[in-house]
C-alpha cells in the first residue's frame, strides 16, 4: 500500500476511534454526577482498575498521559469530593498511594453499566474478538514506537510466577492474588505466551 494510503487509512481509524470515545464518554457524563470533569471520570476509572503497585500519581499520570500538576490538581478535587483517599506507602514513606472511598467506586459502577454500548459490541459478535486483537495489537506497536508502558493485567505479564506455592510478582518478589492478576499494572510486560 503506497505511503499516502497508509496516512489515510491511519487518519480514518483516528477519526472513528476519537468519535467512539466521544460517544463512550457522553454516556459515561450522563450516568456521573455534577461537578466531575473528564479527567476526574478516567482516574476514578484507572483506581478502579490499577493494582496495588499502579496506584500512585505518577502512574496515573503516565498511563493517562498528563502532567504531574494536572493529577495533583484533579486528585485534590477527588479528594476534597470525598472520592479518593490518600495513605502513606507503609514501606516508603515518600510514596502515596491513592484509593478509592466506596462513593468513588459506586461511581466507577455507575459509568461501567453503558447498556446501549454493551449491546452495540454484543452484535458484532466474533467480529468484536477480532476488533480487540486488532486494537491491542495497534496500541502495542503505538505503545513500543513511543517507548512507552503497557499497563497491562498481571495474567498477561511475562513477571508473573504460577508455582505449587501460589502466584508471584518476579519482578517485585510480591505474592499476587488471583484479583491481584486480573487489576493492570505499570511493571507489566507482556507476555510471549497470552493466557
Known sequence: MAQGGVADTYGRVLELLERLGNLVRE????????????????????????????????????????????VSVSLSV???????RREDDPRDRRQVRLFLTEEGERIVAAGASLQG?????????????????LLEEFLRELLRARKGRPFGPCRLCRYLDRSPEGLRCSLLDEPLSETDVEKICREQEPSEVSS
Request: charged share 25%.
Open 27 to 70: 454516556d459515561i457524563r450522563k450516568a456521573e454526577p455534577p461537578g466531575l470533569a473528564p479527567v476526574h471520570r478516567q482516574i476514578l476509572t484507572y483506581l478502579a482498575r490499577c493494582n496495588r503497585f499502579s496506584n500512585h500519581p505518577l502512574a496515573v499520570a503516565q498511563y493517562l498521559g498528563l502532567t504531574k500538576g494536572t
Open 78 to 84: 477527588l479528594e476534597h469530593k470525598g472520592l479518593v
Open 117 to 133: 454500548a454493551l449491546e452495540a459490541w454484543a452484535r458484532l459478535g466474533p467480529r468484536g474478538r477480532m476488533l480487540e486483537e
